[in-house]
């Protein structure tokens, strides 16, 4: 009878293989948490920092996977958009009589341009929903589709922001202007993680 020590090399190899299967694309191959994997993710937009605390709280239904990673910033960039959209509106609403008038113009500008976004957003969120699996063409045009969109609801979002520039300053610009920039961060990195999620997947 053989003893443990002279077991093969070869019964070794395949015994590890065994117990350390292939990563998949879901999986980043190490021994890493779900927040872990979140933060270094993040690591890849221009916002980490915030990145990082706005989805660190999905660590459980993330995981490891760069799919719901990039569906969920998605949905939070969603969520923010349309309560921005919402805020300026009934701005828009209050101020539409005796206001400064380039201060009225740059809220309905704003309006304009930050419901638009909530439009793209919700559609690449909903284009995300149902993604076919990656590596197939119709994986490639659906997140064609998903950057195309987040793409353009940020140039929205920098169009709503760009209109407060000659805006006089004050607590009223400050607050619209301080929204309208958390909802274009969160936007970006989004596309950023959707981006990266697009690389791995073709």
């Not at 443990?4 to 019964?11: D, V």
């Not at 350390?20 to 221009?46: K, M, N, V």
């Not at 439009?119 to 076919?132: A, E, T, Y």
Request: glycine share 6%.
């Amino acid at each position: 009878m053989k003893s443990l020590p002279s077991i093969s090399m070869h019964f070794l190899t395949l015994l590890f293989f065994f117990l350390h299967p292939i990563p998949t694309l879901g999986s980043t191959g190490y021994d890493t948490s779900p927040t872990d994997y979140i933060r270094t993710s993040c690591s890849a937009t221009l916002y980490p920092v915030l990145c990082y605390t706005s989805l660190s709280g999905y660590a459980n239904p993330v995981q490891q996977d760069p799919a719901p990673l990039a569906r969920i910033a998605i949905g939070v960039s969603l969520s923010k958009a349309r309560h921005i959209a919402s805020y300026v509106s009934n701005l828009t609403r209050e101020t539409a009589y005796g206001a400064d008038p380039q201060a009225s113009a740059a809220l309905h500008d704003c309006f304009s341009n930050m419901d638009d976004a909530v439009d793209k957003i919700h559609g690449s969120l909903r284009q995300m929903r149902r993604l076919v699996a990656p590596g197939l063409e119709s994986f490639r045009f659906q997140m064609g589709n998903v950057q195309t969109w987040m793409s353009a609801a940020l140039t929205d979002e920098e169009t709503c922001t760009d209109g407060f520039e000659d805006v006089k300053e004050g607590p009223f610009k400050t607050e619209v202007y301080e929204r309208a920039v958390e909802v274009k961060k969160l936007t970006s990195n989004a596309l950023a993680l959707v981006n990266s999620y697009a690389e791995k997947g073709e």
